[in-house]
């Protein structure tokens, strides 16, 4: 493969995280008292750090979302995740294909550090992603669609950007990509190819994935 390192987002893409967490985050701000669709949550939110939902929210309405948010959202999330969440259809067989193949791969995640390793707990992905594999935006000044958090995780991985691959499937995350210089393909499972516009290439299915990065 003519890549040295594949950066994969993970909700959306190596977890099936993105309907969950997207329809317990719009009931949550509905809840106290900014009405929010399914719908909005993906347009709006979908690939963003925490720091966007509020920034949002503060945008539009000049209010303040309530102390201790972000940790009542992730006690729910976290309890739907043990319930129902379920690697992404495919992905496991892609990342055998890449150890294969001798391709590195490694996480970088809008989400939380305890976010990414409970899905990884629930799924069985942590025997893919080890701590030294895992990189999210906490680890950052700026979130996607700032291209920090992915030359961060080219740097410490020790591979240049013009060598990296991200797998991406929301416009945050296809936007910070081409940002940090490095080819993007975009996952279009939650977002049709329009709104990943910039994106190198795009498939709808995961065993399509290791053809394109050849």
Known sequence: MRYDLVIFDNDGVL????????????????????PTTYEDSLRDYMGGAMH?????????????LPEG????????????????????????????ILRAD????????SGSHERIRVGHRKTGLD????????????????????????????ERM?????RCAVVEDSPLGVEAAVAA?????????????????GATAFFSDMKQLPALLA
């Open 102 to 109: 001798g391709v590195v791969t490694c996480v970088a995640s």
């Open 158 to 162: 020790g591979v240049v950007a013009g």
């Open 52 to 64: 966007r939902v509020h920034d949002l929210v503060r945008e539009r309405t000049g209010e303040r």
């Open 181 to 197: 210089g490095m080819d993007v393909y975009g996952f279009t499972a939650m977002a049709p190819p329009e709104r990943l516009a």
């Open 15 to 34: 977890v099936d995280s993105e309907p969950i967490s997207n329809r317990i985050l719009a009931g949550y701000l509905t809840e106290i008292g900014h």
């Open 127 to 154: 025997r893919w992603f080890d701590d030294a594999r895992i990189f999210s935006s906490e680890d950052v000044g700026k979130g996607k669609p700032a291209p920090d958090l992915f030359l961060h995780a080219a």
């Open 69 to 96: 948010f972000d940790d009542s959202f992730h006690q729910r999330v976290f309890g739907a995740f043990e319930r129902e969440l379920e690697p992404v259809d495919g992905v496991m067989d892609v990342l055998e």
